[in-house]
């Protein structure tokens, strides 16, 4: 069992910056493709970023909406997974999920809230 806890959410102006951190106790974020998700109200759960395994050289990729104005990375020695949020937009507001993924594992976290007036 990996248990996963988000922080760093909160609210900001639009064309601001959060950072929110994904700490995973239980298991490494070395070996998991980790993953930012997203829910607006009403909406379904999507997909935001990843990165995937060291062993599998750490790529990342980004739903097109936030394609250069957010990173994700891993901190192997915090055991942590990061997502910087710049230039952000009202659009960019939601519960935001850090989901952990090795083999056939899947965990969640309880999400943490963003939200980004205008």
């Known amino acids: 069992q990996v248990s996963l806890v988000e922080s760093g959410g909160g609210l900001v102006q639009a064309g601001g910056s959060l950072r929110l951190s994904c700490a995973a106790v239980?298991?490494?974020?070395?070996?998991?493709?980790m993953d930012w998700y997203r829910q607006a109200p009403g909406q379904q759960r999507d997909l935001v970023a990843r990165?995937?395994?060291?062993?599998?050289?750490?790529?990342?990729n980004y739903v097109d909406s936030v394609k250069g104005r957010f990173t994700i990375s891993r901190d192997s020695a915090e055991n942590t997974v990061s997502l910087q949020m710049n230039k952000m937009k009202p659009e960019d507001t939601a519960v935001y999920y850090c989901h952990y993924q090795f083999g056939e594992y899947n965990f969640w976290g309880p999400g943490t809230q963003v939200t980004v007036s205008s």
């Open positions: 990165i995937s395994s060291i062993t599998s050289g750490g790529v990342t």
């Open positions: 239980g298991g490494s974020v070395n070996v998991a493709t």
